[in-house]
């Protein structure tokens, strides 16, 4: 045998990394809402405490510029009302921040309590205090379920005009007026109030449906990306087999010449044989090519015709 021919293998990659699958570009995007960072009414608090902070003052403003009763019961009704602002602080606030974790829990349902509790005195002497209800109903539907939700909106809306009424013992035509005005804003507050929180159900379920789909979009390009390694391996045995099934042919085709030409034509023979081992190393190397991922050696550096 030619002392040229090597016989350690240089080093090479162990495995060729299939071609990526489109499914895989896909699942490499980035995922759907992933950059915007939730949902809309839970990236920032800030504009609920607004919100709060100006109907909190326009309530104090109407109360002490009301026509009626006394100016000392106006003040003292706006006293009454900034009770509510550090309950609000301490309590309210963070169980809004996580509503996520607290809705419908008994810590909601005492701060709702306690808020309508606090709301009665100022709302009970002076009627125009009831306009806070529109910073109470919205945090009944973000701390209760809907049918809490919807009894704490009655409470809040009608035992204010109950309690306006005991004590001040209005005429037939104001107590008429206020409770129409307070039987529309509950109205008002029960339709709009459910109609929103559906909106945000049906939201949730989107997301979490989104979620499932990129979930499974992602377990698909896995498989995908299995299922074409499997394939270019099966391919990259298939041509290792030929090709070395149809160097190993030519080889045993050349020995069984080589037999009978080592008496008659030496000078024959030794051609075969030095056949035999350019076959031997130009099998070997396509064969190495092949396992590092390159085209067959007999191609490296030709041009198509």
Not at 35 to 57: I, K, N, Q, T
Not at 127 to 142: I, N, S
Not at 145 to 154: E, K
Not at 237 to 259: N, P, Y
């Amino acid at each position: 045998m030619p002392a040229d021919l090597p016989l350690e293998e240089p080093g090479r990659r162990v495995t060729v990394p299939p071609p990526a699958p489109p499914t895989a570009a896909l699942a490499a995007l980035p995922a759907a809402g992933s950059a915007r960072g939730g949902h809309v009414w839970e990236r920032s608090f800030l504009p609920w405490d607004l919100y709060f902070a100006v109907v909190w003052l326009g309530t104090v403003l109407f109360a002490l510029a009301a026509e009626s009763p006394d100016l000392r019961v106006r003040v003292a009704a706006a006293c009454l009302f900034c009770l509510p602002v550090p309950w609000y602080v301490a309590v309210g606030r963070p169980l809004l921040r996580r509503q996520a974790g607290t809705t419908g829990s008994p810590a909601a349902v005492r701060y709702l309590a306690g808020l309508v509790l606090l709301f009665l005195p100022p709302a009970a002497l002076v009627g125009e205090t009831r306009l806070a209800t529109f910073a109470l109903v919205p945090q009944c539907f973000m701390l209760l379920r809907v049918p809490g939700a919807l009894t704490a909106v009655a409470v809040i809306n009608i035992t204010p005009v109950a309690a306006w009424a005991v004590v001040w013992r209005p005429d037939t035509h104001d107590l008429f007026y206020n409770s129409v005005f307070g039987m529309v804003t509950l109205a008002f507050s029960t339709v709009v109030g459910s109609w929103i929180i559906r909106i945000i159900e049906q939201s949730t379920e989107r997301a979490e449906l989104l979620a499932e789909l990129e979930a499974s979009r992602g377990e698909v390009a896995r498989l995908s990306a299995e299922r074409g390694a499997l394939a270019e391996r099966e391919r990259l045995s298939r041509e290792i087999h030929d090709t070395l099934a149809q160097g190993f042919t030519s080889l045993l085709m050349l020995v069984q010449a080589v037999e009978g030409e080592l008496d008659a034509d030496p000078a024959q023979a030794r051609r075969h044989l030095e056949l035999m081992a350019r076959t031997a190393r130009e099998n070997l190397a396509e064969a190495r090519a092949l396992v590092a991922g390159n085209a067959p050696a007999g191609l490296d550096g030709a041009s198509l015709p």
